[in-house]
């Protein structure tokens, strides 16, 4: 999209609960967090704002603190152009900060490092209104073996066998990913899957939670796991766990 003079660069976090959308990308009628977001920006400008993400989530995917952003012609201030964007946004959708950015951000890759968060609920029974925010999964577990596993994910590694494919698989490029952090832990009737990472690949964070959950059943070893983490790896990526489960925590930037 050809850049108009004057134009500020405009950085927005936003949180978003992805019940209801297709995921952030814009798709031709379907309802996403993207799309949501560019309509009301073009509202406020009159006329066309395309808005970049950090990243994409999928549908039914949440997000506590997104990054976008985007070019603005209109001079409204930063505070009040993010009092304006939620008046006129969906309630699922919030601005939580908006602020002028350098020209040059970029905010996927740009990004040095991301969290997630994947939520797992070992209740026997799931309140109603959880029902859209975890994976209810109230059958035994080897919770031990699964907390055991989940600092393997650390370092750098292929994660091929745990990527789905994309439409940029074509071009080629390297799967291979640093994790800074990966820990399972047990809070309260909830497993907190939580990971941060130089970056992340389509599913992978649902299909890591997926591959734990397997181990948890016993149906995958330690070293299941292990060969799946290993170059050139042929094993199909998954299973996966659902989307519903999974929130994007932060984006970092140098």
Known sequence: MREKS?????RVTVGYDGTNYHGWQVQPALATVQGTLESVL??????AVHV???????????ALAQVAAFNLA?????????????????????????????????PRYGASAKSY??????????????RFYVHHHPYPLNERLMMELGPLFEGEHDFTAFAAS???????????RRIFSSCL?????????????????????????GVLLEAGKGNLTRENLEARLTPGCAIPAGPTA??????LVSVEYE
């Not at 073009?42 to 006329?47: A, D, F, K, N, V």
């Not at 309630?91 to 951000?105: K, N």
């Not at 832990?185 to 899957?193: A, H, N, S, V």
């Open 42 to 47: 073009g509202q406020i400008e009159g006329s």
């Open 52 to 62: 970049e993400g950090s990243g994409r989530t999928d549908a039914g995917v949440h």
């Open 166 to 176: 994309d439409d940029s698989d074509e071009l080629g490029r390297s799967k291979v």
């Open 242 to 247: 659902p989307a519903r489960g999974l929130f």
């Open 117 to 130: 968060e994947y939520r797992i609920l070992r209740a026997e029974i799931c309140p109603p209104f959880e």
């Open 185 to 209: 832990t047990r809070e309260g009737d909830r497993l907190i899957y939580r990971v941060r990472g130089s970056g992340f690949l389509k599913h992978m964070v649902r299909n890591i939670v």
């Open 6 to 10: 004057g134009t500020r660069r405009m």
């Open 74 to 106: 209109n001079p409204i201030p930063a505070a009040n152009l993010r009092r304006a964007m939620n008046r006129l946004l969906p309630r699922d959708i919030r601005v939580l900060s908006a602020e002028e950015a350098a020209r040059e951000f970029e």
